[in-house]
């Protein structure tokens, strides 16, 4: 009887092993499998690309500690960064095109849209693009540069006219408390800090019928901190802070926060 027990016994561990090394393996496979990462530009006049400071060495020999945004976007993005939207003559008589290529863009506090940059964009976003935009009306984080330096990121967003065309505003509370709190934008929640309020504009009285058209169809989201429209075949997801991504030292949830955003947006 002692010895009939001892083999049971014997015989479960022997099972619980190999479910374990199976388990195992399949935990290896599935981390060893190549990560399908999903081509994304980046415009953004913060330094979540490059380093704070990088010059044009810094640049080209990769030096610097990577900046956490950029690391935790290349999990699951092919990260392009750009510096305009508008194509432009290539010197052989053709053109180039930054957003050729690409389904998916975030912009981030740029440094200002020229006018062919809305163009661009609107034409972009119609044939089906997705486009992230964060648009800070009071940037809050420190930079190693004074506020006066052109490397400075852009202290002030302002709406840009082509958001305007799809029918969105954003107002800014002058006074609301100078702390950190949690914003939904009703898929989940990012921290922001002296935030905008997203508007839904009200079409202009003497607007022309192709401006009329050209109108998203827009919804403000969760507490108010983003919008989301379908223009065309494309959407727009427009967040009015950016406080999400001026940490330098992140706290441990928000580079989780940063791909649930992305996600929420761009897949």
């Given at each position: 009887m002692a010895q009939a027990a001892q083999r049971l016994r014997l015989a479960l561990a022997a099972m619980l092993l190999a479910l374990g090394i199976a388990a195992g393996l399949w935990a290896w496979q599935q981390l060893s499998q190549p990560v399908d990462r999903k081509p994304l530009g980046v415009m953004s006049s913060l330094p979540i690309y490059w380093p704070?400071?990088?010059?044009?060495?810094?640049?080209?020999?990769?030096g610097g500690q990577m900046p956490w945004v950029r690391s935790t976007l290349e999990e699951r993005y092919e990260l392009s960064p750009?510096?305009?939207l508008a194509a432009a003559p290539d010197g052989k008589g053709g053109q180039i095109d930054p957003l050729?290529?690409?389904?998916?863009?975030?912009?981030?506090?740029?440094?200002?849209?020229?006018?062919?940059?809305?163009?661009?964009?609107?034409?972009?976003?119609?044939?089906?693009?997705?486009?992230?935009?964060?648009?800070?009306?009071?940037?809050?984080?420190?930079?190693?540069?004074?506020?006066?330096?052109?490397?400075?990121?852009?202290?002030?967003?302002?709406?840009?006219?082509?958001?305007?065309?799809?029918?969105?505003?954003?107002?800014?509370?002058?006074?609301?408390?100078?702390?950190?709190?949690?914003?939904?934008?009703?898929?989940?929640?990012?921290?922001?800090?002296?935030?905008?309020?997203?508007?839904?504009?009200?079409?202009?009285?003497?607007?022309?019928?192709?401006?009329l058209a050209a109108r998203g169809d827009c919804r403000i989201l969760g507490s108010g901190i983003a919008a989301q429209c379908d223009?065309?075949?494309?959407?727009?997801?427009?967040?009015?802070?950016?406080?999400?991504?001026?940490?330098?030292?992140?706290?441990?949830?928000?580079?989780?926060q940063l791909l649930a955003l992305t996600e929420f947006a761009l897949d």
């Open positions: 704070e400071g990088a010059d044009l060495t810094m640049v080209i020999e990769g750009l510096d305009t050729a290529g690409l389904d998916r863009l975030l912009v981030a506090q740029p440094r200002g849209l020229s006018p062919a940059d809305n163009a661009a964009l609107d034409q972009w976003v119609r044939g089906g693009g997705r486009l992230l935009f964060l648009l800070d009306p009071m940037l809050t984080g420190r930079y190693a540069v004074p506020l006066g330096d052109p490397s400075h990121p852009v202290a002030m967003g302002l709406i840009p006219p082509v958001m305007v065309r799809w029918g969105l505003g954003m107002q800014f509370n002058e006074a609301q408390p100078l702390e950190f709190r949690s914003e939904s934008y009703g898929d989940g929640t990012i921290p922001v800090l002296l935030a905008g309020e997203m508007l839904l504009a009200d079409p202009d009285p003497e607007a022309s019928d192709e401006e223009v065309g075949k494309g959407r727009v997801t427009l967040v009015a802070d950016a406080a999400l991504l001026e940490f330098s030292d992140p706290p441990g949830e928000a580079p989780d």
